[in-house]
């Protein structure tokens, strides 16, 4: 298993939008995934999960604006962002190993992207 590789992120006003995209490898079509993200001065926390089968579930914070997906076959699973406020600015990470119902990562993690949120 190699890390995975996150891209998409950027500066964004308020209620703008982005799309993060995670290229993994490994066993990849059969593990849940998950994006978490770090926020200045907090610890790292998930915010998306799905799993090989495409269930999700999502942060209380971000219910109703995010949207986590994948494509098996691309490897890749995607974080689609709307309506973001400056409370989403973080670094942005995916693991492509993670446990569903407790959301523990114990894949490896990437360089991770910088979300930021402002005017």
């Known amino acids: 298993q190699v890390q995975p590789v996150e891209s998409g992120g950027g500066l964004v006003q308020p209620g703008g939008s982005l799309r993060l995209s995670c290229v993994a490898s490994?066993?990849?079509?059969?593990?849940?995934m998950g994006w978490y993200r770090r926020a200045p001065g907090k610890q790292r926390e998930l915010v998306a999960a799905?799993?090989?089968?495409?269930?999700?579930k999502y942060a209380d914070s971000v219910k109703g604006r995010f949207t986590i997906s994948r494509d098996n076959a691309k490897n890749t699973v995607y974080l689609q962002m709307n309506s973001l406020k400056p409370e989403d600015t973080a670094v942005y990470y995916c693991?492509?190993?993670?446990?569903?119902?407790?959301?523990?990562?114990?894949?490896?993690w990437g360089q991770g992207t910088q979300v930021t949120v402002s005017s």
């Open positions: 490994g066993s990849f079509s059969i593990s849940a």
């Open positions: 799905i799993t090989s089968s495409g269930s999700t």
């Open positions: 693991n492509g190993k993670i446990d569903f119902a407790s959301g523990y990562a114990f894949g490896y």
